[in-house]
């Protein structure tokens, strides 16, 4: 009972947070500083005091949001010398990305040797994954057009900084790219884009996290696994199970470090940002949480409930790690605690090991829908006007642009430059963007996280694999434990 009240109390006091810090970026009520900042670290002792009681690792990563929010606001210079511990535990969280992508693919393929499912697994994936990501554009687009946020920005006024060039494209291809036309240009880079899912070295592969070249490798290696014989094939199966588990467990130790390095994370980003561009680009930002509460209502939800996904329960086995992909702005950093949360909730670990990793690459709904979002943002900023067909191409250009970019915090910012310099729309329009792109980038990597694991339940449910069982038998411990 005690418990439910002081659940009942982080509520309050978070939303009590969130007010303060909006009271102190817009200095709504003039309140004197020194009263706000004895309210806010009272809140915050409030809040430390709720986590020691709970002891639940999801309890202490929101708390250590918000005082990483504090900070960032009462010690800006303290908060950005803060940035390594966020670097260390994003680090830490890649080194589990290769072996456990390898490990539970090979595992998942190898192990069962029925290849009919690895195919039907990947047609009704990539379905999925083009209605969900095509839905997301077109509500990116619908709300943009309503709310019209970039309309009477003063361009004279912005930065006219040179910004970063595209990512992924080596110098061969820059040089290549400037003998085509601006009209090949999409084209060429979507070739690329094909070339470089293949991998020429696995070990290089890892280093670099390429997520797709992990999965394409440990397909064909899987796939090959099933086809040898059951006396030579037992002890790699056997090898690639334990390295899965093993690399579950060395998740869950470096989840105890996520409070820490998620509000070094919150800190930095508050303290790097001023409140004057928040002001100026507060409809941008809001149009972007408006259409993604409207994709997570209007798409997400209605899916769930038709396939008649336990929805309460969907909530609480995704909480953690979309809240560590809020903070850190990087669907890498979730993607081990997703797959371990979803392998969990009734997803066989074949299934998860394919579904999300793929996922990443071609079912970026935050990202889709962000990306089509800005790009007219951007046009409208610069007065261009823009039909509905011209803005149609451009947002499923970004979507095919965009693929592979979750793993990279705000590497959607960079296929928006070169999209938006493709279609001769103002790349220094995009530098406006730069100062809250850490906030947006929060909320659509949380997205794209909810979109993938969903996602792994679509296809279980398709399947006929689900276990209906599994997320009723997660929750029971914490009813009785209350």
Request: aromatic share 10%; hydrophobic share 55%; charged share 15%.
């Amino acid at each position: 009972m005690f418990k439910k009240q002081m659940g009942f109390v982080t509520l309050i006091t978070i939303a009590i947070a969130i007010v303060i810090t909006l009271i102190y970026e817009f200095d709504w009520l003039h309140i004197s500083p020194d009263v706000m900042l004895v309210v806010r670290w009272v809140t915050g002792v409030v809040l430390t005091l709720n986590a020691l009681t709970r002891r639940n690792l999801t309890t202490w990563i929101l708390t250590c949001l918000i005082l990483g929010v504090f900070v960032g606001l009462d010690f800006p210079n303290f908060a950005r010398a803060l940035q390594p511990l966020s670097q260390a535990f994003i680090k830490l969280v890649k080194t589990i990305v290769g072996p456990i992508l390898f490990s539970t693919l090979v595992y998942g393929i190898a192990g069962h040797s029925d290849l009919k499912a690895v195919g039907r697994m990947a047609w009704k994936s990539m379905l999925y994954f083009f209605l969900a990501t095509s839905c997301a554009i077109f509500i990116g687009l619908i709300v943009i057009n309503l709310t019209k946020a970039g309309v009477g920005v003063d361009v004279a006024h912005m930065p006219h900084e040179e910004l970063p060039t595209t990512s992924g494209i080596t110098d061969a291809d820059a040089k290549a790219m400037s003998h085509i036309s601006e009209e090949a240009h999409g084209v060429y880079k979507f070739s690329v884009f094909i070339r470089d899912t293949f991998p020429e070295n696995i070990v290089k592969a890892v280093y670099e996290n390429r997520v797709l070249q992990i999965v394409v490798f440990g397909v064909i290696f899987g796939i090959a696994l099933a086809l040898v014989e059951e006396k030579k094939r037992k002890p790699m199966v056997d090898f690639t199970g334990s390295l899965s588990e093993v690399m579950f467990k060395f998740t869950n130790i470096v989840m105890m470090f996520a409070p820490i390095g998620v509000g070094a994370a919150m800190a930095y980003t508050v303290g790097h940002l001023g409140a004057d561009i928040l002001k100026n680009l507060f409809m941008l930002l809001g149009s972007l949480y408006l259409a993604l509460i409207a994709f997570l209502s209007f798409v997400l939800l209605p899916v769930a409930l038709f396939l008649k996904v336990p929805v309460k329960q969907f909530i609480k086995a995704v909480k953690e790690p979309v809240s560590i992909a809020f903070a850190t702005t990087s669907s890498d950093a979730a993607l081990p605690k997703a797959m371990s949360a979803m392998e969990k909730f009734g997803v066989p670990r074949h299934i998860v090991s394919f579904v999300i990793p793929t996922g990443y690459s071609f079912n970026l709904d935050g990202t889709s829908l962000y990306l089509s979002l800005a790009a007219i943002f951007v046009a409208q900023a610069a007065g261009i006007h823009l039909d509905f067909g011209q803005q149609l191409l451009i947002a499923f250009t970004l979507m095919i642009t965009s693929k592979g970019v979750a793993a990279v915090p705000r590497a959607s910012l960079i296929v928006l430059i070169a999209t938006a310099d493709q279609f001769g729309l103002p790349t220094f329009v995009i530098a406006a963007i730069l100062g809250i792109d850490e906030l947006m980038d929060m909320a659509r990597t949380s997205v794209n996280v909810i979109g993938n694991c969903l996602a792994t339940v679509v296809v279980a449910k398709w399947e006929g694999a689900f276990d209906e069982e599994a997320p009723f038998r997660e929750d029971a411990p914490a009813e009785i434990e209350s």
